[in-house]
């Protein structure tokens, strides 16, 4: 399926597992959330979603789509505009800047649920993304939890589909106990 601002692509089959573990009513965040795939899933699951990114058009794409309030934010700058806020869960795909992990897992109140896939080291061979800047390294995302979370479940390595990459995914939950699994 192509993307456009009024079709955009399924969500992540990953982030469709997961969020099961997220009630209705919940208050969630897609960070990066680019066209809206996963912020439009969710609110259609019953989430209050704030959908943030840099990209004024993909962001006017969501506007009036009930559940979800765009934000558009610079997600790099040293001022950290979500500082203080708190959600239910975080959604975060296809993204990666290293200096707002500790940030991004402070954003999640205890008992949040946190989902996160994105590329890892060896991509690419495949394409974009390249830089390493950009590539997870061998068990970094888990590896970045504070203590006091529990991952759900952890995978990295190569997918041949929807087209071929090297990922690395996560669901955690902030909670020292495991918790329920998705069915």
Not at 58 to 82: F, M
Request: glycine fraction near 8%; include cysteine.
């Amino acid at each position: 399926m192509i993307s456009t601002p009024d079709t955009p692509a399924a969500p992540s089959d990953w982030v469709r597992r997961f969020a099961a573990l997220i009630a209705p009513g919940s208050t969630a965040l897609d960070y990066a959330c680019g066209s809206g795939r996963h912020a439009r899933w969710l609110a259609a699951r019953g989430a209050r979603v704030t959908a943030v990114d840099r990209n004024p058009a993909a962001l006017e794409a969501l506007s009036g789509i009930e559940g979800v309030t765009p934000r558009q934010l610079e997600l790099e700058d040293a001022d950290w505009a979500l500082a203080g806020e708190h959600f239910d869960a975080i959604v975060v795909t296809n993204y990666l800047y290293r200096p707002r992990l500790r940030a991004l897992f402070d954003l999640l109140r205890p008992g949040g649920v946190f989902i996160y896939e994105t590329f890892m080291l060896g991509n690419e061979r495949f394409g974009k993304p390249s830089n390493p800047d950009f590539l997870l390294h061998p068990g970094e995302l888990a590896a970045a939890l504070p203590a006091g979370w529990t991952v759900v479940a952890f995978e990295q390595g190569e997918v041949a589909t929807p087209r071929p990459a090297m990922i690395q995914r996560l669901c955690a939950i902030r909670a020292d106990a495991p918790g329920r699994l998705p069915a």
